[in-house]
């Protein structure tokens, strides 16, 4: 009773002494004004990136391989995911702490700050042996003062740390996909394959974080939220987003319409190099979601720069698509073909096997015009 009794008056004397502390303007009292804002645990010296190891950036929890990751750096997912032998990826972004991105266009990526990483994970599950989680790789996209530079981490057998690996490698693999073995020869990208697929006019650039490819909700630690609208509320955006946007759909998402799905589909897996700026851009064929909405630019009719009739075992393809039958399209086979077809495969980085389930979207989305080309 006695302990009690001296602990109030403890308290009544801290309660009198607050009290008296305070002011008309509120000092000498914590207030919520003051609460300590969470700073992120990140660590990044724009002088000293790419650091050696993916550890040393800090980007995620112990243990890393959980890919889980820490305050401010956010996940972001593209609608329609590029075709990486059948990898899954976690996307993620981080910015220092003052600075933000802006809103350009729909179809342009937003306009990120120096000191902005991208961050892309690619993994397997059901990996062989042992049916297990394998992260194979994490890419880096860091924004300098000069303009993107790329840094990619090869993960250890391990699983418990990815080193700086620039050179590019094979790494073949297997895995259980629906019940089903499957086995690939994977491509580790060099750094000159990566201006490849990111370059627009010779100079690197992020292709997936554009307005029209985030404009929908994903999961997040604390709810499900529109992913501009999320990267707006946290500070990563820092002008208005119009409403109205034109957006990709999921090309796996059988609600929505063929044309949509296959022309998101071509955006994602293709348009890369054929673009204004692209890598193939003398080739008459745009397949960025903007302008496939004009089928000209989509090569409907369009005769190929290369003839491929001497790549394929019978039949012929006079035109890159050919309303209503895709066995005489040119992209088909392109499609359809693997590395030991040689230049006949599209695209000819960032896959080994065949996309079937791509194939069949489109194939199925050029059998639906009426046939013909005049």
Partial sequence: MQFKLKNLLILFALSTLLTNCS?????????????????????????????EKLSDYNFFKSPMSDLNPVYGVLPFQPASQLFTDYAKKKRFVWMPEDVSATYQSDD??????????????????????????????????????????????????????ATYDMDGSFLPIQWVQNGETKTANYRIPSGSECITCHGLNESPLPLGPKPQALNFAISYSD??????????DFGYISNEIPSGIVSLVDYNDTSKSLDLRARSYLDINCASCHRDGGYSQLYPVRFNFTQTADYDALGFCKEPEININGMIPEGEANHIIYKGDHTKSVIYYRMDATLEDGPLMMPYIGRSIIHEEGVSLINNWIDSFEEGCE
């Fill in 108 to 161: 342009k990526v937003l306009n990120f700050p120096v000191g902005a990483v991208l961050i892309k994970n690619f993994y397997y599950e059901n990996m062989l042996p042992g049916n297990s989680k394998k992260i194979i790789e994490t890419r880096l996209l860091i924004r300098k003062a000069e303009g993107w530079i790329f840094a990619d981490y090869v993960w250890n057998d391990e699983q418990t740390e």
């Fill in 23 to 51: 002011s008309d303007d509120g000092g000498g009292l914590i207030t919520d004004d003051d609460a300590p804002v969470e700073v992120s645990p990140v660590v990044f010296n724009i002088d000293e990136v790419p650091y």
């Fill in 223 to 232: 709810g499900s939220q529109n992913q501009l609208e999320k990267m707006k």
